[in-house]
């Protein structure tokens, strides 16, 4: 089926959506089912909108074999791209010159689609919990956070266009879009055991490596590095610090990815020079 919208509608007597396939958008909106509503073996090849909608039943409702298979980060992604431009938006946005209120209208605009989103996925989410289908509601709390990791992105970008920003807030977003990200592409949010062992593998890899550099090449200036033991670690420390103040201070230059990266790299370095570090120290002893 194409789009189709049944928000704000009152379904009293049974529904059922049996075996539908909706190819494109459906809007279920601040709908209100008085009895079963029926969704065994639908499909979704793109996302759903379940938020603020009200089932008198919980139980009642058919979720079974319900296949979100299409559904990942970047139809989420698409989805706000693809509806934050309604009538609302068109009204706000109507005869404005300023690139910075436009900026600011769409950005809004764009939060409000990603929290109505996450809102539907945790819908649905409630309700496959209260019918003890924890297995099904992992995928739909997936989705939640798919979501929220978006919001988090939309709401960093339009705290860094702000002048009297709260750095301590911007950096508290900052760090739950990176660990949102990083959970995502490692993990899948505890999802995908495949990520999760080649993330495993890869760590371990990266630390043999990180071991044998240090073995084959610091060894010789081993000495040289035990007599500046305290120095040389405050000074690095001291350096990564500066340069994620710099990112803050200088928005607009990196984007999220590239914030997520290099978090995930100054940590790996921090931890496994400070590993090695106390292994060489407790060695001169």
Known sequence: LSKF?????????????????????????????????????????????FSACYFKEPKAVNLINVDIDKLDFKSVEKYIEDNYKDESYKNETKGIQDKKEFFKIKNKHKLRYAKNLKDSFRVIKDVLITQNNTLEA??????????????????????????????????????????????????????DFLKILNFTVG???????????????????????????????????????????????????????????FFIIAMVFIVLYLVTYFYKTNEYK
Request: charged content about 20%.
């Open 203 to 261: 760590m371990i890899v990266l630390y043999g490596v990180f071991i044998f550099f240090c073995q084959a090449c610091i060894e010789p200036y081993s000495k040289f590095f035990n007599e500046l033991k305290s120095s040389v670690i405050f000074i690095i420390i001291g350096i990564l610090v500066f340069l994620c103040c710099i990112m803050f201070y200088f928005n607009r230059k990196k984007s999220i990815f590239a914030k997520s990266i």
């Open 5 to 49: 919208n049944f928000s704000n509608a009152n379904f009293q007597d049974n529904v059922y959506f049996n075996n539908t396939h909706f190819k494109d958008y459906v809007d279920f909106h601040e709908c209100e089912f008085e009895k079963i509503a029926c969704f065994y073996g639908v499909k979704f090849y793109k996302t759903p909108n």
């Open 138 to 191: 992992q995928e739909w709390h997936k989705l939640e956070l798919y979501a929220k990791e978006k919001e988090n992105h939309i709401n960093l970008s339009v705290k860094d266009r702000e002048k009297n920003a709260d750095i301590f807030k911007n950096i508290l977003i900052w760090f739950n879009c990176v660990l949102l990200n990083v959970y995502r592409n490692t993990s899948d949010h505890h999802n």
